[in-house]
């Protein structure tokens, strides 16, 4: 995630990962891959649908008209392809500010949203072969999902002093400057198949991470809502190089180095924090009937180029086909950085050691090929009051003066939000049904609460107006792949 002060204190907030859409359709929702005879990319990262191929759209069934049919798309090997999603969440509390605490993505109360308009343009690059083959991606992602997936990973505040910072990334920072809406580019890399060994997948540029279960991209997740351990306690997108090489079809490994980025390596840019370098690391075991896997990934960088402190993660996610129809995923992740400034220790004084850990669980049960279940628990701990600010969307746009635009006509602006060290809970039921491959309707019931103390000693109550320690969201939405 990205790191965004709030209060001056340094949070992550940003948007990962993946290719296009999940398929409820012809096969079942979130099995895990089929036997194949030799593991691909799919199997390296435990986020596979990065790697998938999209469906057919809106537009072709539609119109039976397919751009990617063309002759000079097709001679290439280059896809264009987008979806659009959106949804409205009702908040029990009904909160004056119209944010749903430290929720993101679907983190506005009461209305309806357009959260994500994303487009891309890709050519997709062989996975087996003796020859070099090349390709690349972009994506352009307009809504109110973006502000959660820009390259904030040079903040507005330095983490480990609090002293404002006046020279950031400017990739795609501040190219829409509304309270709502905002446009990201959270992808743009080359891509090249190395005909070495087995072969040899190589990204370089900026790339959703693949370190984790949940993602960015909208068509890719079972919920509307996001996970605390997803949304602050791991990176959302890299600035680097990436390598992916399957050893046989079981064991694959996932190598990098990142940079750009004065947060660890986590949401790098192009023109800052450069001479800070870092490393980016996985490996995954598939079984052989492809029903279960484990994957271990992280990354390890020194926090920025003027602080040598250590700023680490690792993440461990295990999937396993309980029957053909009941899929579990278990997730446990473990974040550190040293030396950092934090609100409850007065920023700059009394460096703070910081650490975030948490468990989630996801179990989804297949009813029809295009009509899915599923339940999602999890404890998150902010050990710090370093990674969870609410609300998370007025700390992602806060700037070095201290001012977010994300306030709005709520106090001016100045509204700013909390981070306290707390235990963060959360519960999700909810369905996915696809009446046609490209049209996903998700209805979500999530129940959140919080285990805290403010610097005073007193409870702690980011939810409703700033008074209560739980909130239930009722919430639904669609995604239409194009």
Known sequence: MKNIPKLKNPMIIAAASGLLS??????????????????????????????????????????????????????????????????????????????????TFDDQSNTVQMNQLNMYVARAVATEGTKWDFGGRLDVMYGTDAIFTQAYGVPAYDVNT???????????????????????????????????????????????????????TAPDNFFYSHAYTMQYGEPFTHTGVMGNYSFDKNWAAMGGVTTGSATGGWDGGWNQGLGNWGGLFGTTWTSNDKGTSANVSGTYSSASEQNSSPWALYSVVLKHNITDKTHLIVQHDHGFANNVAVAQTGFASNATDAQWYGINTHTYYDIKDNLSVGIRGEWFR????????????????????????????????????????????????????????WLNIRPNVRYDWVDGNNPNGSTYKPFGNSDQTSQILMSTDVTITF
């Open 162 to 216: 609090g002293m404002a910072r006046s020279n950031r990334n400017a990739w795609d920072l501040n190219l829409v400057d509304n309270r709502y809406m905002g446009l990201a580019l959270p992808q743009a890399y080359g891509e090249a198949y190395v005909p070495v060994g087995n072969g040899l997948n190589v990204k370089a540029g900026h790339f959703y991470t693949p370190i984790g279960f949940e993602v960015v």
């Open 382 to 437: 902010d050990q710090n009051g370093f990674r969870v600010c609410s609300p998370g969307r007025v700390g992602a746009a806060t700037d070095n003066t201290g001012y977010s635009y994300a306030g709005g006509a709520y106090a001016n602006g100045s509204y700013q939000g909390t981070c306290v060290a707390a235990s963060w809970y959360a519960f999700t039921v909810g369905m996915n049904y696809k009446p046609k491959k």
């Open 22 to 103: 999940l398929t409820i359709g012809a096969t079942p929702a979130f099995a895990l891959q089929e036997a194949t005879p030799e593991m691909t990319d799919v199997d390296v990262n435990a986020k596979e649908e990065q790697y998938e191929e999209p469906a057919a759209g809106m537009i072709k069934d539609l119109t039976k008209y397919d751009v990617n049919d063309t002759k000079f798309l097709k001679d290439y090997g280059v896809v264009v392809g987008g979806w659009i999603n959106g949804g409205g969440t009702y908040n029990t509390h009904n909160p004056n500010n119209g944010y749903n605490g430290p929720v």
